[in-house]
């Protein structure tokens, strides 16, 4: 037996499963050399998930992380002679025609991601599945390179783990569960075991189900819950008897009965001579808290596998029963179904990257099988370099504030999350449920009294609109078409386009509460921000001076855009989105421990300053009847880009002259016991409360102003996204070699462009007002557009602007394609749709000085 380690570069607890197999394999391909592996079972694990997992991947999905994770796995998998590309269908039944359409949305996604799936009709559906009655659906995606690691995830776990073993680089430890680790002054120093303790400055988690135990040992929450998942075994069935399959038939999903259905192959295989089917709860699913699992002496079959009650499936096994005859026909292996336990979170995003609350330690947790490998590499280069390959934001456990880590916030939000594993279609504005009113700005009671229509965005509390304006629509409703696909209309109120109009006419208000605000101070204040901005916000940089600014990766890409004011020699204000601002101040001091810079103080000040944007063409007259000194706000006196204290109706305000919405104005910053007193000043001058729709989307698109992590990504860098400074700055900055590269370059090899949707009928001739994202198409080929680098074109945000009347998009452009006046094609739910090239690079299509769209 090995002697027990005493040190180690890195620690690995949930060494047995296949994503902490896989974060071992990954590390030691990158260079580590002293790894130790713990699991409280036998390795690889046969306790976990991965050894009972259902093992099937389908490469379909909404979102670019999901796409390259899997199918970087099936190719990981294939390559090591562990896969079995079968193929998978999903269907849609005859009369839901809301499935039909999200197999056409997820073939449009699969396009613009990279994924091959294409629709198919009833009959290649039950030609490839002779088991469907396909009298009852009315077609189904079909996935070529979905199919079945086999024989199974477990023991590719245990290959992987013994490779690694015999390398000499990782000692794994059964049976050695975590019972301490050590954290001091805020960073790992070690994990104790019962065999001994390990000094280690890393600590991974891939420890699945049982993920938040070891997180809190370390003193970090992990917003992750156990969901029973029922999954039921029929047979015997030996269609594929004498064959040597672990799999004869496609994988089927039936996700508008929440279900899925695959055969396990030749009867002489290990599981096989079966059909297998699974479901998803979609009304009460059954959390487990991770402390509630049971050990393994007290389980019947295994502590991640519970007995299963008929009451959970019956409604839905009845309707399989429908779809696939079969399963009635064949006997119910009682014995062997179970409720197998998986892993849901906040926001059904995995969770890894180094914990916000204790310096190395980091996590792998909440991937399925299919993302494994995947998920294995992206941390692995995360950990080892920096940086995945794309950009983790989605994944990133720092996106989360403390609040949304909260033991009742994690539990609501995961069960949401699990009515909607296998939801028929999840529209890209869903809001949720839980969770709700935690965070609401001072404002939040005149919003409540106008009717407003609320959405959440970090906790926020945020109005898209107000129904008391539904009486602009008198006066703009020629100017704000109506939304007659359900699609486009849903989780959108029309009011919120006539807002956008009256404050281009007059003056508006928009709640800006949800922004994060931290107010730095101290020797170091300076050296860190200059450090960590390509603009220049130190030096000679006047107090008062704002300054719109980046913070890059180390090759250059766009990990954050945000506002940085002076307020003094060495005091800055940051203003950050709220969507982004926890990720922004994890990075912040993070680079600051990096750089030993130690002297200076961050006060934050999200929760206490509320902000309200005044903007329009009588932003200025407005503020001005309020002001007690009217010329204080006068042109000269208050240039663009600057800010300072002033007193409206005696009130104290910051004010900060910017605008996100092209009309002159400002942000108004203050006490949150002054919010009310400001909001009604201001509402009894008559200006019109304005919802965050017009900031956030529409007359942001008009105005081609970009937003962090849907438009700016570090896939893509400054010069790209039309948004690199005209001098490099004198003083070093984080990225600046890259960004010099970059900068050195004849042509890039993108460009974010403007586009605009030429004409929106569909087949039907019913206007169509696009939402999410959307394959770029060659309109020769109808081929997704690619650049040098393999990234594909797609439309990264939509909106409709009422000032231009026409629907505006954001997309990078491989750069002989990136031709102003150029029509391509956008593919949304199936059809094809004509999209104009408006604007390479950054070029607004709004002008409000001449009140009107530029040509």
């Known amino acids: ?173 059964a049976d050695t569960p975590a019972l301490a680790i050590d954290v001091r002054d805020g960073r790992v120093h070690g994990v104790e075991t019962a065999k001994g303790y390990i000094a280690t400055p890393v600590v991974i988690v891939t420890s699945g189900i049982w993920g938040p135990l070891p997180a809190a040992l370390g003193g970090a929450a992990l917003p992750l819950m156990p969901v029973e998942h029922p999954l039921l075994f029929f047979g015997p069935f030996d269609t594929f008897a004498g064959t040597g399959k672990e799999i004869g038939y496609p994988l089927l999903r039936d996700q508008g009965n929440s279900a899925y259905l695959r055969d396990t192959g030749d009867p002489a295989t290990t599981e096989g001579g079966q059909l297998e089917w699974g479901y998803y709860e979609t009304r009460e699913p059954r959390l487990v808290r991770p402390s509630e699992i049971l050990e393994r002496h007290q389980a019947r079959l295994s502590p991640s596998m519970r007995d299963l009650e008929l009451d959970q499936v019956m409604h839905a096994f009845e309707r399989a029963i429908e779809l696939t005859p079969v399963l009635g026909e064949l006997g119910w292996d009682e014995k062997h179904s179970f409720n197998g336990l998986l892993s849901v979170t906040n926001d059904g995003g995995s969770l890894l990257g180094e914990s916000p609350e204790t310096r190395g330690l980091w996590f792998c947790e909440a991937v399925w099988v299919k993302d494994g490998p995947g998920m294995g590499k992206v941390l692995a280069d995360w950990l080892t370099t920096g940086h995945p390959a794309l950009d983790p934001f989605g994944i990133d456990i720092a996106r989360f504030y403390p609040v949304q880590k909260t033991p009742d916030y994690v539990y609501g939000r995961c069960q949401e999350i699990a009515r909607k594993i296998y939801d028929p279609a999840v529209h890209p504005r869903e809001p949720f449920e839980s969770g709700r009113n935690l965070r609401r700005g001072p404002f939040w009671p005149r919003e409540v009294e106008l009717g407003g229509h609320f959405m959440e965005a970090a906790g926020w509390e945020r109005a898209h609109g107000y129904a008391a304006n539904d009486r602009l629509l008198e006066r703009y409703g020629d100017r704000v078409p109506e939304r007659p696909a359900e699609w486009d209309a849903r989780h959108f109120w029309r009011v919120s386009n006539a807002e956008h109009l009256a404050l281009s006419d007059d003056v508006g208000m928009i709640n800006l509460s949800h922004f994060a605000i931290f107010d730095l101070r101290g020797p170091d204040a300076e050296a860190l921000l200059e450090y960590l901005s390509v603009a220049k916000v ?18 250059g890409g766009i990990h954050s855009d945000l506002t940085i004011v002076r307020l003094a020699a060495d005091a800055y204000r940051v203003i950050c989105g709220g969507d982004t601002g926890h990720r922004d101040l994890v990075w912040l001091t993070r680079q600051a421990e990096a750089r030993g810079l130690t002297r200076w103080h961050l006060e934050d000040r999200t929760d206490s300053l509320a902000t309200l944007g005044v903007w329009g063409p009588n932003a200025r007259r407005t503020l001005q009847a309020l002001a007690d000194d009217p010329e204080a706000l006068s042109v000269e006196r208050f240039p663009f880009a600057t800010a300072r204290e002033i007193r409206l109706g005696g009130l104290p305000v910051w004010a900060f002259r910017i605008s996100y919405v092209g009309e002159q104005g400002w942000e108004l910053y203050v ?37 962090q992590n849907v438009d700016l990504l570090t896939e893509y860098n400054l010069y790209e996204a039309g948004l690199a400074r005209p001098k490099v700055k004198a003083a070093d900055f984080h990225g600046k070699a890259a960004y010099l590269e970059q900068r050195g370059r004849d042509r890039q090899p993108a460009y974010l462009c403007t586009l605009t949707l030429e004409d929106p009928r569909d087949a039907r001739g019913q206007p169509r007002f696009p939402v999410g994202q959307a394959p770029i198409l060659d309109p020769e080929s109808g081929d997704v557009l690619v650049d040098a680098l393999g990234r594909r074109s797609y439309i990264t945000s939509f909106a409709f602007g009422p000032s231009v009347g026409k629907t505006i998009a954001l997309g990078y452009l ?42």
């Not at 499935?99 to 396009?111: F, I, P, Q, W």
């Not at 016991?673 to 008009?702: C, H, K, M, Q």
Request: aromatic letters at 10%.
């Open 671 to 707: 006490p949150f016991s002054y919010g009310l007193a400001l909001w009604d000043r201001l509402f009894a001058l008559g200006v019109t409360p304005v919802g965050i729709e017009t900031y956030a989307n529409s007359r942001r698109l008009e105005k081609s102003l970009r937003l």
């Open 1 to 173: 037996m090995a002697t027990f380690p005493t040190q180690a570069d890195a620690v690995i607890i949930g060494q047995g499963g296949i994503v902490g197999a896989s974060v071992a394999h990954h590390l030691i391909e990158l260079g580590w050399s002293n790894l130790v592996g713990l699991d409280k079972s036998s390795i690889p694990s046969d306790i976990g998930s991965t050894a009972h997992a259902s093992d099937f991947c389908f490469m379909t999905a909404h979102d670019k992380m999901s796409c390259y994770t899997t199918t970087y796995s099936q190719r990981f998998f294939e390559a090591r002679g562990h896969y079995a590309r079968i193929g998978g269908l999903e269907v849609a039944r005859v009369g839901d025609d809301e499935r039909m359409a999200e197999l056409a949305r997820k073939v449009a996604s699969g396009k613009a991601f990279g994924t091959r799936a294409r629709l198919v009709d009833p009959d290649e559906a039950a030609e490839r599945f002779p088991l469907l009655d396909k009298t009852l659906i009315q077609g189904a995606l079909w996935d070529p390179d979905a199919g079945l690691v086999v024989p199974r995830s477990q023991q590719v776990a245990g290959e992987l783990i013994e490779e690694a073993k015999a390398s000499g680089k990782l000692a794994a430890f």
């Open 814 to 855: 491989p750069t002989e394609a990136a031709r102003e006046g150029d029509t391509l094609l956008m593919e949304y739910f199936g059809e094809h749709y004509p999209m104009r090239i408006a604007a390479v690079g950054y070029k607004p299509l709004y002008d409000p000085e001449n009140r009107r769209p530029k040509s």
């Open 538 to 555: 130190g030096g000679d940089t006047p107090i008062g001076k704002g300054v719109y600014t980046h913070f890059l990766d180390q090759l």
